[in-house]
């Protein structure tokens, strides 16, 4: 049963990165999608402290060495001005950064206590919890939605548009499909017989179909949107599925691609440490946002995505850092509609209150 259990973690893993991708064993990473290994700063070396960091924090207090993961995509993104600024020495603790291409290159490290914070999708963490018997906890959301609903016509302003058409998408059988079901069900649309949806397994072969046709629809997230329409005049994007999703929750939910966990026993060991982190990813966050063509030159830098089509993507990406009773309304209105779809796809059950770190 554990093997099962970690097999379907890892299958629906995979599936949320499309939506948006004892030693540390980065060398023995798939050559197709390696992971990156950011230098840190060392701990011995004499450095400067973050200028807007916590002021309780003193300036000579001794660094501990951090291990944190993202994937590559929106969910790394709100952390790379901690990871510039680790370079040099200017984060109040070490941090060693692994930048991976897929989840399961996370998942074992987070499993085995390797790796002590990580920026992964949110049903991942919540599968992660189950499977671990709740070994992590969520401390934040850092991306919501990165779903739209994009067109080379003009005919959708609506979700209600959207019945009778054929939409073009990625994610069968994962969040994005789940995500494009619970808004259809809300506007009273059949998934299965008020329209089609021809799923592919690329992203690259959607966007085939988007450059051939002069009226086809299709969902797709960011960056991908970006880089599509980048080499398509013709397409537009009609609807933002989070702010869809928003209009009609009822529960204060998003659609919640990408979160934050932090490893329950390097929590309990290393409190301030962690809200330390916390809040140099906060300042990150609203730097990426205000500092859109410095952040998109480090994107690239830390092989995360290509600066030119993330400089015109962030702001679709919604990069935020929400904690606290948001992020619970948030987040557990999310799972609870994944998990009304499909139970798998949390983790066989909603996770309980002591998933949520509110600090």
Partial sequence: ??????????????????????????NKQPEENPATVMPTSTPQEETEPVSEAPADVPADKEKITINIAALKGPTAIGMIKIMEDALVSKTVNSYNFIIAGAADEITAGIIKGEIDIAAIPCNLAS????????????????????LYIVETGNSINSVEDLKGKTIYSTGLGTT???TLNYLLNAYGIDPEKDLTVEYKSEATEVAAVLNEADNAIAMLPQPYVTTVMMNNEKLRIALDLAKEWEAVSSDNSSVVTGVVVVSKDFLENNKEAFDTFMAE??????????????????????DIFKAAPIKKAIPYCNIVLIQGEEMKQKAGGYLAALYAQNPKAVGGKLPDDSFYYMQ
């Fill in 176 to 178: 994005p499909q789940y």
């Fill in 281 to 302: 990813y906060a300042l990150s966050v609203k730097f990426v946002n205000e500092n859109i063509d410095e952040a998109s030159a480090l994107v690239e830098k830390f």
């Fill in 127 to 146: 599968v992660l919890y189950n499977n671990t018997e709740g070994k992590i906890k969520m401390a934040g959301i850092n991306t919501l939605g990165v």
């Fill in 1 to 26: 049963m554990k093997k099962i259990s970690v097999i379907v973690m890892l299958l629906f893993s995979l599936a949320a990165l499309a939506a948006c991708a004892g030693k540390m064993q980065v």
